[in-house]
């Protein structure tokens, strides 16, 4: 890293975040354990992959064991990003000062780590370390939304079950709980889904979010994602729109270890939506990198449409960088919104925002200061726009 990039990865780092996008549990944000940690999907489907059974993930073993067992087969993955973020990890919560991570640090990592995550003080640490002031949750539509601090972690009504899962029994009997109305026809569903948007909105939620296969094209009138779209725009809540995903490709995989993506999606499947919702945003993800540069063109001329941080496969340096530069060269930076984090876990905000700062900190010094495009403290200036200003404009918070 030259001066220049470390200069500004320094001052980008400065910039106090918001995180658009987790899977954070507020009643217990941050890791009690190095189980809570090397659990995230990426550490179990990657040893799983290389040669890990996937018994050793089994509820029964001792999590202290299964955290052997992943480190035993982190020497075959210590080329990846996701490692790179436990190594980083590692380093600035539990002290550790080797060079690589093996099964013979386990023990050392599991008593720091017990001993750390144990303090009163844990979670406001890992914050204030991070430079996160706020975090957006992904919440059941039957979530009470009580017990904890909205405006610290501030609610976002997830809808998948709604749009995919209404035919079975057990998502009807929730949304009869939460609302009171079983939503047997179109009109007692629209009045559910109202009853949810009131309660999600009157307990601090800034957006609605769902995530959608590549065949997935939404259909104007009785649809439930449709009546989704009608409420976002009543209740004036951006809708999160993750592209992409296929489900239980690899039914012998880990716990969410077995989705992936393929090439038929487009986004002129929501060309009829981003047309009929003129007063939605629509914060687009796209789960690979070659749909980019069509989210780039969509946002380019839908005044509605945002770009939205870089999804799951999508999140790997050097993905991320070709992404970021593409963005930047062609859409309005207003229209951004830089990175989220996904994690479930607050010691991942970290090393995952770190990730991008260094990335934006390079693109913004060779495609901007270098050329003279930019001065520094304009650099700066849209580093925060990206990761800051635009999150507080777009949600409203």
Known sequence: MDALVRDLF?????????????????????????????????????AHSCGMDRACLAPEIDPRERVRAILAHMDRFDNTAQYAWFLEIARTFLDFQGERLT?????????????????PDWENDVL??????????TNDFDDPLEGFDTSRYIPCLRTDDLVFHLDKPEVRRRLAQATGIEGSDTIELRKAIRKLFEH????????????????????????????????????????????GVNRRVYRAGVHQGQDLFDGRTSLIQYA????????????????????????????????????NGHWWYSNVPAYIEGDLRARL????K???????????????????????????????ADDFVRPGILSETGALDLARCLLRDNVERIFRV
């Open 10 to 46: 320094a001052e980008i780092c400065r910039i106090p975040l918001i995180d658009p996008h987790s899977h954070i549990n507020p009643h217990r944000p941050a890791s009690r354990t190095l189980d809570d940690i090397l659990g995230y999907h990426y550490y179990t489907e990657l």
């Open 272 to 307: 009829e939506l981003f047309n009929a919702f003129p007063e939605v945003t629509f914060c687009v993800s796209v789960l690979s990198s070659g749909q980019n540069q069509e989210l780039a063109a969509y946002s380019w001329i839908f005044p509605n449409v945002v770009t």
């Open 329 to 332: 060269q062609a859409v309005p």
């Open 103 to 119: 099964a013979a640090d386990a023990d050392h990592l599991w008593n720091a780590a017990e001993s750390k995550m144990s303090r």
């Open 200 to 243: 999600f909105t009157a307990r601090g939620a800034k957006a609605c979010a769902i995530s959608l296969p590549p065949d997935f094209s939404p259909r104007p009138g009785t649809d439930p994602f449709w009546i989704l779209a009608e409420h976002c725009r009543e209740f004036q809540l951006p809708f999160d729109l993750m592209i």
């Open 334 to 364: 207003t229209k951004q919104i830089g990175y989220y984090s996904d994690m479930y876990k607050l010691e991942f905000g970290l090393p995952k925002f770190n990730m991008y700062r260094r990335l934006l900190a390079r693109v913004l």
């Open 128 to 137: 204030r370390r991070s430079n996160i002031e706020r975090v957006f949750l």
